[in-house]
């Protein structure tokens, strides 16, 4: 087959995806929209199955839907990745309610499979209608430059709302990177697309085991003593993680908390970490949702966490009680709770609040807590906390003399809560730890907990 002869072939595509002389049909090159196949990607078997935007625009009716059914099947049995290549238009008119039952279909197919098996979305063309909420139900999405995800498309919104707009701002790269968190990574390429399918593969079907003796890095140098002083965490984890290998979900959304996967000690890792970069670090809605799909994945996939710590707790206000602080953040706490993978987390900084016991705490059955030597552990910050207990005394003060009680008066509440001492002392911090032996200890932590995995499935939360 000359491969240059048409891109939008679904053979060619899946050909781009796997190893040489790997893919085999298992599906009927036919009108159908849709073809499905077994290969092997950096050596990992995999099926995959892509819509053929050479017809009808990879519109699907019933027998389209079968292929992706039959591509299910044989990925359960294997219990091997499977991952889609789409590029379609949606239901096919022409079927009426057929094509809508068969996208019900194949929607139970991925809902099944939901946790037992990673499913990858490829989205290189338009994905419309069922198009769009097939890649939505799968763990991790990926869309090429000229991707496209939206239920209705541009002529069906400006017939119901009268709104003017194109497919590329409704549904392209710029509506997914910061306002919809659809897309778990936003490709600067096609090629990077398929080269990111390729390393998800890799991370999710060949874990490895974990090395417990790590070369050390001065991790601390990353992070400023001063509590309020604000700084990206990215080179921190750059740092801590392997060099290789490493993909971060949804980067531009919920910026305030990172989550990524990668290696550690060459093993697959999820990471989960504050960013005082954005908002402070301050936990707030999205970025609580965000984080407890990104624990529930990893631990549907025996996929270990490292959760670095440094927040300052939930962040207030209306807006974040009305847009369900309460409702997502307790997503987050059930996530930790329930997971049962290996799980250590690092404070380097401070932990306040309801946000330390959300961020994997002792109480939710973290495998570890580790702490820095300056890390502070409490309800809120000393400082606060004395205009809190003692607003009567300062208030009485002149202002001139104000700042200097309010110092002289955080460092008493320090020695009387204890800080991360205390927390040493009743068991909620397993080990203060130098930052230059941070690598090692985590990864001692990992290889001694039992290799467990989740038995949920992964619901788009």
Not at 150 to 170: C, H, Q, R, W, Y
Request: proline share 6%.
């Amino acid at each position: 087959m000359n491969m240059e002869s048409n891109p939008r072939d679904p053979e060619v595509r899946m050909l781009r995806l796997t190893d040489p002389d790997t893919l085999s049909l298992i599906t009927d090159k036919d009108q159908s929209g849709m073809l499905a196949a077994t290969g092997s990607i950096l050596g990992n078997p995999v099926v995959i199955f892509a819509s053929d935007a050479t017809n009808h625009g990879g519109a699907l009716g019933p027998e389209g839907a079968q292929v992706i059914v039959t591509a299910y099947a044989a990925a359960m049995k294997a219990r091997i990745p499977i991952i889609g290549i789409w590029h379609s238009g949606g239901a096919r008119l022409r079927d009426g309610v057929l094509s809508l039952n068969a996208f019900g279909e194949v929607f139970q197919c991925m809902i099944s499979a939901s946790g037992k098996i990673p499913q990858f979305s490829l989205v290189l063309g338009p994905a419309a209608g069922g198009g769009a909420y097939g890649p939505a139900l799968t763990d991790v999405v990926v869309l090429a430059p000229e991707g496209r995800i939206f239920v209705t498309g541009p002529d069906v919104v400006k017939s119901v709302t009268g709104e003017n707009i194109d497919m590329a701002k409704l549904g392209g790269p710029d509506a997914h990177r910061k306002n919809s968190g659809v897309a778990h990574v936003i490709a600067r390429s096609e090629d990077a697309a398929f080269e990111c399918i390729r390393t998800l593969t890799s991370l999710f079907a060949d874990q490895r085991k974990i090395d417990s003796a790590l070369p050390e890095e001065d991790l601390g140098r990353f992070v400023p003593d001063a509590k309020k002083r604000t700084y990206e965490v990215h080179p921190l984890l750059n740092a801590l993680l392997d060099s290789d290998e490493r993909i971060e979900f949804l980067p531009m959304w919920a910026e305030n908390i990172v989550t990524m996967v990668g290696r550690f000690g060459g093993r697959t890792i999820g990471v989960v970490a504050n960013n005082p970069a954005h908002l402070a670090a301050a936990l707030d809605s999205a970025a609580a949702e965000k984080a407890a799909r990104f624990v529930r994945t990893c631990d549907s996939f025996g996929i270990p966490l490292i959760v670095v710590v440094d927040v300052p707790g939930f962040l207030p206000g209306a807006g974040q009680e009305w847009e369900g602080a309460v409702r997502r953040g307790a997503k987050l706490l059930h996530a930790f709770g329930e997971a049962v993978v290996p799980r250590v987390t690092l404070i380097t900084r401070k932990a306040y609040g309801g946000a330390y016991v959300a961020m994997n705490s002792r109480a939710l059955g973290a495998t570890k807590v580790f702490a820095w030597p300056q890390a502070e552990v409490s309800v809120m910050g000393a400082v606060a906390a004395v205009r809190v207990l003692h607003r009567r005394l300062l208030a009485d003060l002149p202002e001139e003399q104000r700042d200097a009680m309010e110092l002289e008066l955080a460092a008493e509440h320090d020695q009387i809560s204890g800080g991360v001492a205390r927390a040493v002392e009743i068991g909620v911090v397993d080990e203060i730890i130098e930052p230059n032996a941070t690598r090692n200890a985590i990864a001692k932590a990992l290889s001694r907990a039992p290799q467990l995995r989740g038995n949920h499935g992964n619901i788009p939360l």
